[in-house]
């Protein structure tokens, strides 16, 4: 099942999208909801992230090829991590399938693209064994953890490397009916695929974190936990399209455009 | 001002606080609002966190002592901060006035308070200059950003070390009506003064931040900015009483206890 959150005319709301129809419900999946009896067409709405997640998770380095990547890039800080010590970031930079990513005018250019699942979490959740840890999960969704490498390096932390806004496209739909084994994840760059893994093929599955951070911390309903991404990655410049693959769940397509002048 | 945010029975809800009682309001103080008729004795409500931010912004190393302490402590990685790079705490962290601190038990034991000002957002806001900066802020509140002081020397990231769960207090309101140049913070362990610093001595002060951080990041009403701790901190122990209090906006009061044994 395929749920949408969506801008229709001045409303926002939760649906069920088939095909190329959505019904709308009342209500939120991660509560009571119930559909309503009316549909809408998918081209009639702005898609929005399909949740703003009360705590916002990510994965650092969770892949070999990319930590490789990045150790090179950016120096020895950038070590195979030794255990799933998660990161965050932050809601300010959410948008939606379809919304421009937003260079800043002083950005040096070096504006990247990573690919990344992202876990939606449907209950509340501590103290879960590897075992039983994936009975928290809602659905899944895909992330684009857009970087600018030179504040990434410079920086005490990731505030503004990772979290400027539009930062964090997320989308375009959360899928609940996914196998994590079946998944490849796909970029394209100006439609030219630049990058292509198994998206299960990571240092730390999703068990062994959710497992591992809720020794310490509760999940809620709408917590989002972005997996990390594989190599390569390429700088994008205004006027590329960014499209993020993973076969099963979606395509999440976002333009690049320079920050407007301000008057 | 003051702003509470309390549970009466099953009800939570915004209001203001007089002396000891509170006036209802419908709505939240972020928003439309409209006080009730009645009023609630505050010894009937159990306070909570004073708003459940959307994003949870916190300043590292923002005072000289603290500073100094931590390079002492933890190594080279805690320098002097060059310029106001903004971090990020988790909102499962939060606790109200009067909850408890809960120390996991695999934890060494080097848990620590860090008192702090908390600035709480009023009006979304970006592009502000230093100027302009504290015409964005609704009010202040009070915060602990306990730290367990080995996952933070030893961990990738901060999640365990300040983000395990009952380890941000904050409260126990938000006052509107603040100087801060007037400002003193102190903190009371078991009842003996530990620690007590002029708040508004900061490396970089509110107005710096909001400037910085809003020329990449929008940000949101109820969004929270905690401004980072002088020294000294010491361990709590379960049994301990730990007070932090600031001058002008009132006590923030916890207790420290030890991880039930899970059967």
Redesign the interface.
Known sequence: MRWVRYRHGEAVGFGVLEDDTITPVEGSPFGEHRPLSRRIARSDVRLLPPV?P??FYAA?LNYLGHTKEMVDALGASARR?A?P????R????LIGDGDSIVV?SDSSGRVQYEPELVVVIGRQA??LSEEDALSCIFGYTIGNDVSERSWQAA???L??AK???TFKPMGPWIETDVDLESLTTRVRLNSTVVAEFRTNDMVFGVARYISA?T??????PGDVIWMGADSPTRDMVPGDEIEVEIDGIGVLRNRVIAEPV?G
């Not at 010590?85 to 965050?88: K, L």
């Not at 932050?90 to 930079?93: E, G, H, K, V």
């Open positions: 703003i009360p705590t650092g991590p255990k010590d998660i990161g965050y932050a809601i300010n930079a800043p501590k103290h920086d005490k932390t505030w503004r979290n400027t806004d951070m020794r310490y911390l509760t999940l809620y301000r």
